[in-house]
């Protein structure tokens, strides 16, 4: 759809199942998505013609994106499986099997060939999208890893976890950096704030805590009096946070003060 006028440009048809999920490559000139039918696909923005249909997966397709320049797409499913896909063929380089049957958060550098993703045995794996080789692990968490982020410059991974904590690790070596502890519930997103040096991380508890991504200190803590955050956005270049709750309101935090 075009914005502004609210016209339709194209209609991209081919999927048999749902559309679970859908991507722009860099320049925006092509779409990849996502199906409960267990192919990912490639269009062409404008016409809405097919470009690759990538065929491999055996579940749902959970979430898809574009990688390096990109000449490759990523897509996750519920199978336990992130596959690498030649976007102009559909063409498949790589599979990264999670052994333990279901990857349970994922994140993609979209300007590497690198992605993240966590698993239910407390584990945040990082692998090379063209080789399929396992780059580092990192283990700590005591939960399932609900959600992972790239820090802006692509050096740390953020994570969050069903046992409240949210950690920050060097995504070469593995090895962890700080521990974020102070939830009372499981936490469900986590993002990074400003340049780099502040995480935020949003958990059931209905609070969302600012922590200082080196040392893991509480910076501020968002509360949000009814109990709980149904939505949430962040500004990764700036220190604000926006919320919405069940009460219908919106509020615009600063991640620094709280206020």
Not at 50 to 64: A, D, F, L
Not at 139 to 148: I, M, P, R
């Amino acid at each position: 759809w075009e914005a502004s006028s609210g016209n339709e440009i194209s209609c991209c048809q081919g999927h048999s199942g749902s559309v679970t999920c859908a991507s722009w490559s860099p320049d925006g000139k092509l779409i990849a998505s996502g199906s409960s039918d267990g192919t990912a696909r490639v269009w062409e923005a404008s016409s809405g013609n097919e470009i690759s249909c990538c065929q491999g997966h055996t579940g749902i397709i959970e979430s898809v994106a574009w990688l390096g320049s990109g000449k490759m797409i990523a897509s996750e499913s519920f199978d336990g499986t992130v596959r690498v896909w030649e976007a102009s063929s559909g063409r498949q380089i790589s599979c990264l099997n999670d052994d333990n049957g279901y990857t349970k958060s994922i994140a993609f550098v979209q300007s590497s060939e690198l992605i993240v993703f966590g698993s239910w045995d407390g584990t945040v794996r990082v692998w090379e999208a063209s080789s399929g080789n396992e780059i580092s692990c990192c283990q700590g968490h005591s939960g399932s890893v609900t959600c992972a982020s790239w820090s802006p410059d692509g050096k740390l991974i953020a994570s969050g976890s069903s046992d409240g904590t949210a950690r920050v690790w060097e995504a070469s070596s593995g090895n962890e950096i700080s521990c974020c502890q102070g939830h009372t519930g499981i936490i469900e997103s986590v993002a990074w704030l400003g340049s780099g040096k502040m995480i935020a991380s949003e958990s059931f508890d209905g609070t969302v805590r600012v922590w200082e991504a080196s040392s893991g200190r509480q910076i501020s803590c968002l509360n949000d009096d009814n109990g709980y955050t149904k939505s949430i956005a962040f500004v990764q270049s700036s220190e604000l946070i926006v919320f919405g709750s069940w009460d219908g309101t919106v509020r615009v935090w600063e991640a620094s003060s709280g206020n």
